[in-house]
């Protein structure tokens, strides 16, 4: 019987630290999601600053 609980003990240790090392990289996953999502809307505000510049210039041509 004693074998039985410290085999479940392992058990749940081991699954503890499955779901612990597995939200770290999920953290580690959402943070770069969001660096990625940060730099394409940095991209497409230059984009965007780029054409109101280059209307006004044809504009004032």
């Known amino acids: 019987m004693n074998t039985q609980s410290d085999i ?10 499955i779901d612990h090392e597995l939200g770290k990289q999920s953290l580690g996953f959402m943070q770069d999601v969001k660096r990625a999502i940060a730099a394409v809307q940095g991209v ?13 210039a044809y504009a004032n041509g």
Do not use: P, Y
């Not at 497409?44 to 109101?52: M, N, Y």
């Open 8 to 17: 479940k003990l392992t058990d749940q240790l081991e699954r503890d630290l």
């Open 44 to 56: 497409i505000a230059r984009l965007q600053s780029q054409a109101r510049n280059a209307k006004v």
